[in-house]
């Protein structure tokens, strides 16, 4: 049985209606026993079947690898860095998920920066790792995730990861979400951490007077 209804796979087709660039999702499966592992690649195809321009591949992650846990998912297109998504995107993180594909086939954060944060986020020249914790459930997490989404397709330094709090519960005791969205910004020597979605100019400047960019 198919998980998008007949009418959402058609706002799907109307959304990607104006993609003109290839954009890969591939999915790192987990080994083992995983809950949600093939309805996630049931979604995965059938939004891809909304476009000639969306590829799903599967593959494994790798130890010592950019990607290490799984499941995974991973949007490849003209983002300069990375843009992940661990779990399955549902509830109000699947608006967000389509609205990722779209930014990273295009690589233009513009969708969701303004020029001046542009420029600021540019600017960053170390690794920078963001984490943002969400639930399905959650109407202000999709803005928080697209944020940062925006921030790793500006600049081939940060890597942005949506995480489903709910699916990984140790990757979420470890950071000790107790709401969502929840943030955890991290270079190789620093993090800051802090809950709450807000606009890209003020995530940005808590972001990096946390880390002390």
Do not use: W
Request: charged share 25%; with cysteine.
């Amino acid at each position: 049985m198919a998980l998008l209804d007949e009418n959402t796979l058609k706002q799907v087709k109307e959304f990607f209606g104006d993609l003109n660039e290839d954009v890969k999702i591939v999915f790192y499966e987990k080994e083992g026993e995983c809950m949600y592992c093939n309805e996630i690649k049931q979604l995965l195809e059938e939004v891809a079947s909304a476009s000639e321009h969306i590829n799903v591949e599967y593959t494994k992650p790798v130890k010592g690898g950019k990607i290490e846990e799984a499941p995974v998912i991973s949007i490849e297109g003209k983002a300069k860095g990375m843009t992940l998504y661990y779990g399955i995107p549902s509830g109000h993180e699947f608006s967000a998920f389509l609205h990722l594909v779209k930014m990273v086939a295009s690589g233009d954060p513009k969708l969701v920066l303004d020029d001046a944060t542009l420029k600021l986020v540019e600017k960053i020249d170390k690794p920078l790792r963001i984490r943002v914790f969400v639930t399905p459930q959650c109407p202000y997490c999709p803005n928080a995730a697209l944020v940062a989404y925006s921030f790793a397709v500006a600049n081939p330094n940060i890597r942005a990861e949506t995480i489903e709090a709910i699916e990984f519960p140790e990757m979420s005791n470890q950071y000790r979400v107790q709401a969502v969205p929840k943030i955890v910004a991290s270079t190789e020597d620093n993090s800051v951490e802090f809950e709450g979605a807000m606009p890209p100019d003020l995530m940005f400047k808590k972001i990096a007077d946390g880390l002390g960019f």
